[in-house]
Nanobody, 123 residues
C-alpha cells in the first residue's frame, strides 16, 4: 500500500486544516487507517484511527477538535482539524494496517506509512 499525505501548512491558533491521504496499491477498504504525528524531540503518537467499518478512535488531546473520516470510493483518508493549538505542531503521517490496534499505536515492523505533511500552528 502506497500512501501520500497532503494538506499541511501553517495557521494561527484557533484555525483549521484538513489533511488528506490517498492510498494506492491494494484494496483500501480492507485496511484500518490512522493518523499519527511527531513533534521535534518527541515520539510518534497516534492521533486518530478509523476501521474499515467506519468506527473511530481519538487521542484524548484531540477529542472534540479533530475528525477522522474515509472515502472508500476515492481511497482517501481525511483528518479535519479545528481549534488548532500550538501544541498540535508536528509532522503528520497516515498509516494503514490490517490490525486496528496498530492504527492507533505505532507498532514496530507493522503497517504502511506515508511520507508525512508538516502542520505548524502559531500562537
Amino acid at each position: 500500500v502506497h500512501l501520500v499525505e497532503s494538506g499541511g501548512g501553517s495557521v494561527q491558533a484557533g484555525g483549521s486544516l484538513k489533511l488528506s491521504c490517498v492510498a494506492s496499491g491494494d484494496t483500501y477498504i480492507n485496511y484500518c487507517m490512522g493518523w499519527f504525528r511527531q513533534a521535534p524531540g518527541k515520539e510518534r503518537e497516534g492521533v486518530a484511527a478509523i476501521d474499515s467499518d467506519g468506527s473511530t478512535s481519538y487521542a484524548d488531546s484531540v477529542k472534540g477538535r479533530f475528525t477522522i473520516s474515509r472515502d472508500n470510493a476515492k481511497d482517501t483518508l481525511y483528518l479535519q482539524m479545528n481549534s488548532l493549538k500550538p501544541e498540535d505542531t508536528a509532522m503528520y503521517y497516515c498509516a494503514a494496517d490490517t490490525d486496528y490496534y496498530s492504527c492507533l499505536v505505532q507498532t514496530p515492523g507493522r503497517g504502511y506509512w506515508g511520507q508525512g505533511t508538516q502542520v505548524t500552528i502559531s500562537s
